[in-house]
């Protein structure tokens, strides 16, 4: 897309009336005053809140035998990984971001799944040419090359102040010893039973004497512990090369995939530069591309920075918030994939002046049907992705979203290691423009190629003002990115870690055309508003599991929430 030269002078008005500013790069020379004042303090405590009880009790473990945010970020995912297997694992993968205290340094950690080299786009349709959901989202054919064990050793390695032994310990003991599954993994296990049941090693290892494991039970898995032993012995060359790699190919091509060794041999975890967006006086620091997530917040932030939507009645906050969640899902669907393979236009659609043209589009009492907006379905998200927030004593920061795609990933696990495999294949346009399980639409920006990542909505991100910092991140398939926008909206406004937490939510993602909204969000009042502008309210059940910490710089005062909506998660402040 090309801008006339008028058409920017307009922009530029209408920005400078909005007040916005963005930059694409995460180093603190773009950062307001805020940020650098937060790389100067140190808050003295550490937070941590994640979505099961073990793994921020892990993570506090290694905090105190001296590790840092980054270390204790290791031990939490790998616990993840033992306990909540139907959200993230080490057969998955994860986006992260980090700052670091002691030179402000912000960093995206992309450990996110690739596609195998010899990835067949036929493989996901069935002989009519329909979209075949079975391989797309079960088997080894929907599984990508795992990242977080890759992601894992470069934290370790670059960040970390501890062995990999160190902070792997609490993981591998839990594998080991045995922990009781909670009554959400339970769960999670009886919904995929008949999956589960198709291959013999994940049968075993989730339904022992062919069923869910009780409740009560105490579960022990020594071939993930095993696995994880070879990773902290051996870090990348545990995982991608020798004993493991050879039981993971054997396993997967054995069941009809197509993994290679030189496919694992081949991995890398990456690095990028964070997008980072100035709101209302605070930065964002968020994923960039192979997610879509950060370029999505960023967009919908800087449209709604033409607006005061403080002062607003609900209605009309919430009519402007969903016509820029509309417009940045129609960029999603469009432009995005992996920046390895494909060009995006992030100039534009990061740009101010961009979302400035957008906002004039937006009616002041009237929801813009989508199907005007020249370009799709979407189900419940279920129990699937993890997301946890740490910051340490010296001020370290990490927001890491991790994954095994939809609930139980795969269902797949390669026999002798323990692994259960995702299911991210389906996060690519594998048929173009047909839904994925998220209703999300795609291009050939986002379409598989081996080698390639697949788009991601995952959002970790952190927020810093002048006084208060926010690390945020939600699970929640595509509902994730308009969950996170809340929560740091929530965040700006003032609210706390637990009111964040909990509050009620709502979304958009430009098709299918209705407002998702979880019961309790809007009163009759406000639902009557929205219908009369134009809106279709849809009540959706299942949203994702917020795992917030923040510090009040100014009280020097920690705060750590787990989703109320999660039982079994723990924020705790020590
Ligand atoms: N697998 C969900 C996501 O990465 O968005």
Redesign the pocket.
């Known amino acids: 897309m090309r801008f006339s030269m008028s058409w920017r002078v307009l922009s530029l008005s209408l920005l400078l009336v909005g007040g916005a500013a963005f930059a694409a790069d995460g180093a603190p020379k773009a950062a307001p005053a805020a940020a650098a004042h937060a790389a100067q303090q140190r808050p003295g405590h550490a937070a941590i809140a994640s979505a099961n009880f073990h793994a921020t009790e892990a993570g506090l473990e290694v905090l105190a035998k001296g590790g840092n945010a980054f270390d204790a970020a290791v031990a939490v995912a790998a616990t993840l990984s033992v306990v909540e297997p139907e959200s993230s694992g080490i057969g998955g993968g994860f986006m992260a971001v980090l700052h670091r205290a002691k030179d402000g340094r912000n960093v995206f950690i992309d450990a996110r799944e690739t596609a195998p080299a010899a990835v067949n786009p036929k493989d996901y349709l069935n002989p009519d040419g329909s979209p075949n959901r079975d391989t797309a989202l079960k088997g080894p054919l929907s599984a990508g090359i795992p990242g977080e064990p890759a992601g894992l050793v470069l934290i370790a390695k670059r960040y970390g102040r501890l062995s990999l032994q160190q902070s792997l310990a609490p993981a591998i003991r839990i594998a080991r010893d045995g922990f009781e599954p909670d009554a959400r993994l339970r769960g999670a296990i009886a919904s995929m039973q008949k999956d589960l049941a198709r291959w013999p090693a994940s049968a075993a290892k989730y339904l022992p004497n062919g069923k869910p494991p009780a409740e009560g039970a105490t579960w022990r898995d020594p071939d993930q512990a095993r696995t994880l032993e070879l990773i902290a012995a051996h870090g990348d060359d545990g995982f991608y090369r020798g004993e493991t790699a050879q039981k993971l190919v054997a396993a997967v091509r054995a069941a009809g995939g197509n993994w290679t060794l030189a496919d694992l041999a081949n991995y890398r975890a990456k690095e990028r530069t964070p997008i980072s967006v100035d709101y209302r006086g605070y930065k964002i620091i968020t994923a960039p591309p192979p997610s879509s997530g950060g370029v999505a917040i960023a967009e919908i932030l800087n449209i709604l920075s033409g607006y005061d939507l403080t002062k607003m009645d609900q209605a009309t906050r919430v009519h402007y918030i969903v016509e820029a969640m509309r417009r940045a899902f129609r960029d999603h669907n469009d432009y995005l994939g992996d920046p390895d393979f494909v060009k995006m236009p992030l100039d534009m659609l990061l740009s101010p002046y961009y979302a400035a043209g957008l906002r004039q589009g937006i009616l002041h009492d009237k929801a813009t049907p989508s199907s005007m907006l020249p370009r799709a379905e979407a189900p419940e998200p279920g129990m699937?992705?993890t997301h946890f927030s740490i910051i340490d004593a010296d001020g370290n920061m990490a927001a890491v979203t991790s994954?095994v795609?939809y609930t139980m990933g795969s269902s797949f696990v390669a026999a002798g290691t323990g692994v259960l495999l995702n299911d991210?294949m389906d996060?690519f346009a594998l048929v173009p423009n047909k839904p994925n399980v998220y209703g999300l639409l795609g291009s050939a920006a986002n379409a598989p190629k081996g080698g390639k990542r697949m788009l991601?909505?995952?959002s970790p991100s952190i927020v810093i003002g002048a006084d208060r910092t926010a690390v945020i991140g939600s699970p929640g398939?595509s509902t994730?990115i308009t969950q996170v926008l809340e929560g740091i909206l929530h965040f700006i406004d003032g609210e706390s870690a637990q009111q964040i937490a909990a509050h009620k939510r709502f979304h958009h993602q430009y098709l299918p055309d209705v407002v998702n909204v979880e019961e309790g969000t809007f009163d009759a009042a406000t639902s009557d508003a929205l219908t009369k502008m134009g809106y279709t309210l849809k009540p959706r059940e299942s949203w994702g599991f917020m795992n917030v910490v923040t510090w009040d710089r100014k009280a020097n005062k920690l705060d750590a929430a787990s989703d109320p909506r999660r039982p079994s998660g723990l924020g705790k402040v020590q």
Request: aromatic share 0%; charged share 20%; proline share 0%.
């Open positions: 699937h992705t994954t795609n991210e996060d991601s909505s995952m398939g994730i």
